[in-house]
């Protein structure tokens, strides 16, 4: 079986970011309005105040600072609290579509490759702008990519399960050249009128260029030694937007005020959940690859809470992982959903030497979670 | 690289079906209704008054008679022209986990499988039912599956891109064993007063398990000889429904009086361009396989439009296919998107002996366009 490398990555972060303190005061006049408008329903017990929240309580709850995010205005206005996109005709390029190529394109170049080059691409993100046509599709068109293109989504993995998919298609020789893109506007399905969860998620895509080492060109090659893929159903994490909505009735019940329509979660419970599932996903992971946990020089762990990542790395070497081990891009990304642990990579590798081993990790919604073992030339 | 072979498939399809007969009947009334409340108007040139169909018309126009659907009464009631499902809480299974549950049973019990041999499970339609959790996870939990699953989308080509996946995943060892399934609720991606379009769809959903000829237990093998994918970019069929509809304003323009949210097409350009591309991709692969179109026993085409199909495989053969070599199923389900080559190859292949070859080929949005060659052993 031929060796599969990633020779390149790129990263399209928006040039908009909020701070903490930003995405608080905007929260906290919302909180005001809000119970200042239900005054007297609140004083006579039949509506819940609305609690304010603090920058520090973020930080301490996450590790969240901050966040980029694709429209600054439309989310810190108390009366609006969405993001504002302008409408696009079709004749114009999507909001994923534009994220994607900028992020390719740094990708390509460090891999030493054109867009002619590429006979595959693959989006793989957590929520596709629309039905049809698939935005890859759009992205390949928009570069001048050759062969095929398809969407696929699996949540906060998507970009491992995407790494996957292009190393089969290149080791079954449906591909020669795969770009994968992973365009994440987490801000546009995302509540921010909820205390729990509003400061969670930040905007950015990631691409990664994977080929076969005989074809490469690129002096850096990060050699696939395997990959390790596991889902397990719940209902903890769930957004219900779908195309079915308008064929039923009302969205309440326990859907919240977004009728399911946004990310909502029960964190606790994901906690608890998944840190040993990945624990246990990377440890036989590695077990299977023949390495011990010790072999392994990074860790680049999905970006969701710093407290998750602590405590799976922990497991995995049974000790505390510094912050040079396990990187965080928390603090300035927040959770950018599959893009997470591809920034962290992108991010967090040119120190390390030739034959040393690192751990691309995701895991999210599904549950899902990916492990890609990596090995520098 | 071993040899994969499909083992199975399963067809779930709808216990309630619309005629073109009271499709048109609810349709014209709708019509008449809309005329009669825009009589003025309409009398004094400021609106266009909306013309009736017909049973023949449609006929005439598709191959179309009739179609399956998940709601009869919703559609047809002309005050309302959408399907009725009722809301689903979180611990339900969702519409499209049900159809492919009963689809995968079928395509299992053919294949000799139980649930517990599949390692991977990809949903790939047009259209998912919420961004997360992925409905391939879903239908994983709900069967009692292990492994991993995704969801991907590339339109009416999802089955025969995700059966690639199926393949490249068991060649490179990522699966032993692939459960695919193609659940398409047309029906609620579609604007029912739309006159050019109201009638084109049907809801059915697919199943189609793979697996390495040597792990294989079932009599029946197609092993797969190759598959070769296309995509290129076109605005002419389009669904812009999607997460960051909110983000933006009216979806007025050129994207009808849905805001582009449902299905919409130029019918004649999407004829025009599509035909060449498919006849083209189908006579490569046939080429690259070192195959003649006289070697081909059966074409398993998309079931759009007969007089497309006919045109497709007479560019192919150099002249006209009978019912025989080209089957149609278009008559019955009307388009199905990714499910209607599958119905095709399922309802349309037991008369075929050890040896023989056939071709299961699909095609529409984005444009994408994908042909599966397949020989049974």
């Known amino acids: 079986?031929?060796?599969?490398?990633i020779t390149g990555t790129g990263l399209f972060t928006p040039a908009e970011s909020v701070s903490n303190e930003a995405l608080v005061e905007s929260f906290n006049t919302f909180v005001q309005?809000?119970?200042?408008?239900?005054?007297?329903?609140?004083?006579?017990?039949?509506?819940?105040?609305?609690?304010?929240?603090?920058?520090?309580?973020?930080?301490?709850?996450?590790?969240?600072r901050r966040r980029y995010v694709v429209d600054r205005e439309g989310i810190l206005d108390p009366e609006r609290m969405v993001p504002?996109?302008?409408?696009?005709?079709?004749?114009?390029?999507?909001v994923l579509c534009e994220m994607s190529v900028h992020a390719a394109r740094e990708a390509l170049e460090a891999a030493g490759r054109t867009p002619a080059d590429v006979d595959c691409v693959i989006a793989a993100c957590s929520n596709l702008e629309r039905a049809y046509p698939a935005v890859a599709i759009e992205v390949q068109d928009a570069l001048g990519c050759g062969g095929y293109a398809y969407?696929?989504?699996?949540?906060?993995?998507?970009?491992?399960?995407?790494?996957?998919?292009?190393a089969n298609a290149l080791q079954a020789g449906t591909a020669r050249c795969v770009l994968l893109v992973n365009p994440e506007v987490c801000t546009g399905h995302l509540d921010f009128r909820d205390r729990d969860s509003h400061f969670i998620f930040g905007d950015a895509c990631t691409a990664v260029v994977l080929e076969r080492s005989d074809d490469a060109v690129a002096d850096?090659?990060?050699?696939?030694?395997?990959?390790?893929?596991?889902?397990?159903?719940?209902?903890?994490?769930?957004?219900?937007?779908?195309?079915?909505?308008?064929?039923?009735?009302?969205?309440?019940?326990s859907r919240g005020d977004s009728g399911g329509r946004l990310f909502r979660q029960q964190g606790r419970k994901v906690f608890k959940e998944v840190v040993p599932m990945v624990a246990a996903l990377i440890t036989d992971h590695l077990d299977q690859l023949g390495l011990a946990a010790a072999d392994v020089s990074r860790f680049w762990l999905h970006q969701a809470n710093l407290a998750m990542n602590q405590l799976i790395a922990r497991r995995v070497?049974?000790?505390?992982?510094?912050?040079?081990?396990?990187?965080?891009?928390l603090d300035e990304f927040a959770n950018t959903s599959s893009a997470g642990s591809v920034i962290c990579f992108h991010r967090h590798?040119?120190?390390?030497?030739?034959?040393?081993?690192?751990?691309?990790?995701?895991?999210?919604?599904?549950?899902?979670?990916?492990?890609?073992?990596l090995r520098k030339h």
Chains 1, 2 share one sequence.
């Open 1 to 5: 079986m031929p060796t599969i490398v």
């Open 33 to 64: 309005r809000y119970n200042d408008a239900h005054a007297s329903e609140i004083e006579a017990g039949e509506c819940e105040a609305l609690a304010p929240s603090s920058a520090e309580f973020i930080e301490a709850a996450s590790g969240i």
């Open 84 to 94: 504002r996109l302008r409408e696009r005709s079709d004749e114009e390029p999507g």
């Open 151 to 166: 969407d696929m989504n699996v949540a906060c993995s998507s970009a491992t399960f995407g790494i996957q998919n292009a």
């Open 220 to 253: 850096e090659r990060w050699e696939i030694l395997g990959t390790r893929l596991s889902t397990q159903f719940s209902n903890n994490i769930r957004n219900d937007f779908g195309f079915l909505n308008r064929t039923s009735g009302s969205h309440a019940g």
């Open 317 to 329: 070497l049974g000790r505390d992982a510094d912050e040079k081990q396990a990187p965080v891009i």
């Open 349 to 373: 590798r040119a120190d390390l030497g030739s034959g040393d081993v690192g751990i691309l990790c995701s895991f999210g919604a599904g549950y899902s979670a990916g492990s890609v073992a």
